[in-house]
Nanobody
Framework: QVQLVESGGGLVQPGGSLRLSCTAS????????MGWYRQAPGSQLTLVAT???????TLEDSVKGRFTISRDSAKNTVNLQMNSLKLEDTAVYYC?????????WGQGTQVTVSS
């Protein structure tokens, strides 16, 4: 069973930075896209960033200019660089890999932005 292992979450002050990484436990073939969702307390799961197998990226409006998504296909890894973090970025962040007719999900990593 393929597992996605996330790392890099934690506590940071407003204006700070964190880098999230998500690595698959084994090579996944035919990945269509990778990305990150987040869920803040009392809120729905929302899409934050995606990167396609062609390298095309999308970012949710509130993180544009602050977050960057990247991938290392050889290592089956997707990263989320988060700069200029705000209080409202506090959430559990989940990575995913999408393949035809299926998707894999990470267990979630907590990001807390607090002064």
């Amino acid at each position: 069973q393929v597992q996605l292992v996330e790392s890099g979450g934690g506590l940071v002050q407003p204006g700070g930075s964190l880098r999230l990484s998500c690595t698959a436990s084994e090579r996944i073939s035919n990945v269509l896209s990778m990305g990150w969702y987040r869920q803040a307390p009392g809120s729905q799961l929302t899409l934050v960033a995606t990167i396609s197998n062609f390298g095309r990226t999308t970012l949710e409006d509130s993180v544009k200019g602050r977050f960057t998504i990247s991938r290392d296909s050889a290592k089956n890894t997707v990263n989320l660089q988060m700069n200029s973090l705000k209080l409202e970025d506090t959430a559990v962040y989940y990575c995913y890999f999408s393949v035809p007719d299926n998707s894999y999900w990470g267990q979630g990593t907590q990001v807390t932005v607090s002064s």
